[in-house]
């Protein structure tokens, strides 16, 4: 057992410290043709009992960030801006709404002000939207408007999906339901059979249109990047302490 409880833990410890950096701004945004929108589930992030926040997040999954893609496998990465680190994260504290929504749907479990290193690295690679003086408002008002719209979780339970670490259901299954859910059908990514985050297609928004982004099939043809078999479990949903001394 505790063989099985590593090999789930490794890819989890191997992602936080892989986000951990933050980019050097250099690069010419590419034209992107499409975006994921993608929540992890806590369950299976938090399994190493790491997880950290400064306030109480309700049970479900959160945000991961929206990434534009050149293509379904490729993405442009930390395009040029003259936002720091510093500033953005001065911004959200003197921004009291963001702040509140990035603690409450977009936290940073294990890493202080995570919706950072999400801006730097996708976000300044839309420039039509996530550039100027309200650049990082901007940027999360696309993922804030698609998470504020339903809780997915939520629904999923009143289905009968449970987060009992136990019990197995087709991979197939819970596409659907997220089908049901969004409107569209997504991509899915697992940590062996634990449930770890899914990722819905999405246009690039114009700046008006930027809290209603279009959610779309993600391609069959994109299935080939998917990680979960065809059982899925959902780990419990965590138990994180509330002695963050971070921000958000």
């Given at each position: 057992?505790?063989?099985?409880?590593?090999?789930?833990?490794?890819?989890?410890?191997?992602?936080?410290?892989?986000?951990?950096?933050?980019?050097?701004?250099?690069?010419?945004?590419?034209?992107?043709?499409?975006?994921?929108?993608?929540?992890?589930?806590?369950?299976?992030?938090?399994?190493?009992?790491?997880?950290?926040?400064?306030?109480?997040?309700?049970?479900?999954?959160?945000?991961?960030?929206?990434?534009?893609?050149?293509?379904?496998?490729?993405?442009?990465?930390?395009?040029?801006?003259?936002?720091?680190?510093?500033?953005?994260?001065?911004?959200?504290?003197?921004?009291?709404?963001?702040?509140?929504?990035?603690?409450?749907?977009?936290?940073?479990?294990?890493?202080?002000?995570?919706?950072?290193?999400?801006?730097?690295?996708?976000?300044?690679?839309?420039?039509?939207?996530?550039?100027?003086?309200?650049?990082?408002?901007?940027?999360?008002?696309?993922?804030?408007g698609i998470a504020n719209k339903t809780n997915a979780w939520k629904i999923m339970?009143?289905?009968?999906?449970?987060?009992?670490?136990?019990?197995?259901?087709?991979?197939?299954?819970?596409?659907?339901?997220?089908?049901?859910?969004?409107?569209?059908?997504?991509?899915?990514?697992?940590?062996?059979?634990?449930?770890?985050?899914?990722?819905?297609?999405?246009?690039?928004?114009?700046?008006?249109?930027?809290?209603?982004?279009?959610?779309?099939?993600?391609?069959?043809?994109?299935?080939?990047?998917?990680?979960?078999?065809?059982?899925?479990?959902?780990?419990?949903?965590?138990?994180?302490?509330?002695?963050?001394?971070?921000?958000?």
């Amino acid at each position: 057992m505790l063989f099985l409880f590593l090999f789930f833990i490794t890819p989890i410890l191997c992602y936080d410290s892989i986000s951990s950096s933050i980019c050097v701004n250099t690069s010419l945004p590419q034209k992107s043709t499409f975006a994921y929108f993608v929540q992890s589930w806590p369950g299976t992030f938090c399994m190493d009992q790491s997880c950290h926040s400064i306030t109480q997040i309700n049970e479900g999954f959160t945000i991961h960030g929206f990434w534009p893609q050149k293509t379904e496998s490729t993405y442009p990465e930390c395009c040029f801006t003259y936002w720091k680190n510093e500033e953005i994260t001065q911004y959200v504290q003197s921004h009291e709404w963001l702040l509140m929504n990035l603690r409450y749907y977009w936290p940073g479990l294990k890493q202080c002000s995570f919706f950072n290193y999400e801006y730097l690295k996708h976000g300044t690679c839309i420039p039509s939207i996530s550039h100027g003086e309200d650049g990082p408002q901007y940027f999360a008002d696309i993922a804030l408007g698609i998470a504020n719209k339903t809780n997915a979780w939520k629904i999923m339970k009143e289905k009968g999906i449970k987060d009992d670490s136990i019990t197995q259901y087709s991979k197939e299954y819970i596409r659907s339901l997220f089908k049901e859910i969004y409107g569209a059908n997504p991509l899915l990514f697992c940590f062996g059979n634990f449930f770890d985050e899914f990722r819905l297609c999405s246009d690039i928004p114009s700046f008006n249109r930027r809290s209603h982004p279009k959610i779309f099939d993600c391609d069959i043809s994109f299935r080939y990047l998917e990680t979960c078999n065809n059982s899925i479990i959902f780990p419990k949903f965590p138990n994180y302490t509330i002695n963050s001394t971070c921000l958000y």
